[in-house]
């Protein structure tokens, strides 16, 4: 490992998760989905290291409708006093409660919720006062909960609600994020941002996102430890600032996210986008929540873009452009420029929505510097899925990505995971399949080579569909699968 990613990763390990606006959220390495709110899926806690063992329970939910799927997002809470932790995830009807207690996974309360089977009401936080906040977008409200009382075993029970006026602000989204002020920022199907008081249960703030972004709602954002968002679209890349008053635009960047030969096709609106990204369409965008590298004055924000034949990883300066900064050149054609903002593209040698392949939809994981991405094979993936795991270290001082490896034989079908058992002693986590039989590995984070596998059966119960796995207080990680929630070892 060349040692300026050293460095970064040691400087990583010893301030902790990167900054972000996180003092309100639970104490935990996963209050929110993909982490925190940088969405590094990667924790400061130690991890498992090379993985040896798995166990699992059953999903819990109603059953009232159509058997649901549990939600892609895990979350953990701040643990109990007696040290075990309780995990939350949010199936198409309703909020879920596990415990880890001396490493076992029980089953603990489900809370019924007013819901439709499509809304994908999948957004979920934990504060630190042990509230929780999720979505019944058919009801157009916000849902808080939390346990009955301050115990282990104690039932969820809903403590009250934050409705959102339709015809006002359009239809909530299951994206939403906590602000360093403690208010919600969400997105509306209006293409709107929304500031949220939670205490008050009022909309106290409303931007208009650029009218020439496109759709691309199946996304969720980042936010910053100044306040600045961080939104992808079909046809951009946004920077709007909260400073606890009023949004403002920071900053917008045009980029194709969809890629050559999807110039003539019509944007596709949210619910035809989600669709078409089930199926393995092109000309869908990014599917990649950005994920923040650095910090706001000399840092970046990074997404996979939806590009044939391969998907590239595109870095955005956060703030503004170097004074000395020459814009990149265009990856198809190298006399045409990319606008300003955009600090480098690199094509990702294993991640292609060609052949069998997906344009990229589970999110690049970072650590310091140090990015993983992975060929997502879609919600029902074969029995011989595309597979392809990389490393993408991103230069600051050369201001370019550089490719560390490239592992054509891992299969991971959802968001990287990152975590370390030392500072230098740093593995990947994902699930995939290998023709009929699931497989949990650790890849080596400075090689890339397999350092631990295990046999999940071939049942589709333990199946990731692009879902993030979380780390939990005694290094273990818990993953939702289609109908069974998975702890790995």
Not at 243 to 248: E, K, M
Not at 292 to 297: F, P, R, V
Not at 359 to 385: C, H, M, Y
Not at 408 to 431: E, K, L, W
Request: net charge negative.
């Amino acid at each position: 490992m060349r040692f300026a990613v050293l460095l970064s990763l040691v400087c990583y390990l010893l301030a902790g998760a990167p900054a972000s606006a996180e003092p309100s959220l639970a104490d935990s390495a996963w209050p929110i989905y993909h982490a925190n709110t940088g969405a590094t899926a990667s924790s400061p806690y130690l991890g498992p290291g090379p993985v040896r063992e798995a166990s699992s329970v059953p999903a819990l939910t109603s059953k009232r409708l159509r058997k649901p799927s549990v939600s892609p997002w895990t979350v953990m809470a701040t643990p109990y006093m007696d040290g075990s932790q309780a995990i939350m995830t949010t199936p198409n009807d309703g909020i879920a409660k596990y415990l880890l207690r001396n490493g076992e996974l029980e089953q603990i309360s489900f809370l019924k919720l007013s819901r439709r089977f499509f809304d994908f009401d999948w957004g979920i936080l934990l504060l630190d006062d042990g509230r929780g906040i999720s979505t019944e977008q058919r009801e157009d409200r916000f849902v808080i909960f939390a346990d009955r009382t301050p115990a282990p075993e104690a039932e969820l029970i809903i403590t009250g609600y934050i409705s959102v006026d339709r015809e006002l602000y359009g239809q909530l989204t299951a994206h939403f994020t906590l602000a360093p002020d403690g208010r919600l920022i969400t997105l509306t199907s209006a293409n709107k941002l929304l500031a949220v008081d939670i205490e008050e249960r009022t909309v106290v703030a409303t931007y208009d996102l650029p009218n020439d972004s496109g759709t691309s709602f199946h996304n969720s954002f980042p936010i910053d430890e100044a306040g600045r968002i961080y939104l992808s679209t079909q046809t951009l890349m946004a920077a709007i600032d909260w400073d606890g008053d009023t949004f403002s635009l920071a900053w917008k960047a045009s980029y194709d996210m969809r890629g050559p030969g999807c110039e003539s096709d019509v944007l596709l609106k949210p619910r035809q986008e989600f669709m078409a990204v089930a199926r393995g369409k092109p000309c869908t965008g990014s599917g990649t929540t950005p994920t923040l590298l650095g910090d706001q004055n000399t840092g970046v924000v990074i997404i996979v873009d939806g590009h044939s034949p391969r998907n590239h990883l595109v870095a955005f300066w956060r703030d503004k452009p170097p004074v000395d900064w020459l814009p990149v050149q265009h990856a198809s054609d190298p006399s045409l420029l990319l606008d300003e903002h955009v600090a480098a593209t690199f094509a990702l040698p294993l991640s292609t929505p060609e052949s069998k392949g997906f344009t990229a939809e589970n999110s690049p994981a970072a650590l310091g510097d140090a990015v993983i991405v992975a060929q997502w094979a879609g919600f029902k993936p074969g029995r011989e899925p595309p597979r392809g795991l990389q490393r993408v270290d991103w230069l600051p001082d050369k201001r370019r990505f550089s490719l560390v490896w490239a592992n054509p034989d891992v299969h991971f079908n959802g968001v990287p995971t990152i975590a370390c058992q030392s500072r230098i002693d740093c593995h990947a986590y994902g699930m995939g399949r290998y023709g009929r039989e699931y497989r949990y590995t650790s890849v080596d984070f400075e090689t890339g080579a397999v350092s631990g596998v295990v046999t999940l059966g071939n049942r589709d119960d333990v199946l990731d569909q692009g879902n993030n796995h979380a780390i939990a207080a005694d290094g273990s990680i818990v993953y939702s699968g289609r109908f069974r929630m998975v702890n790995v070892r």
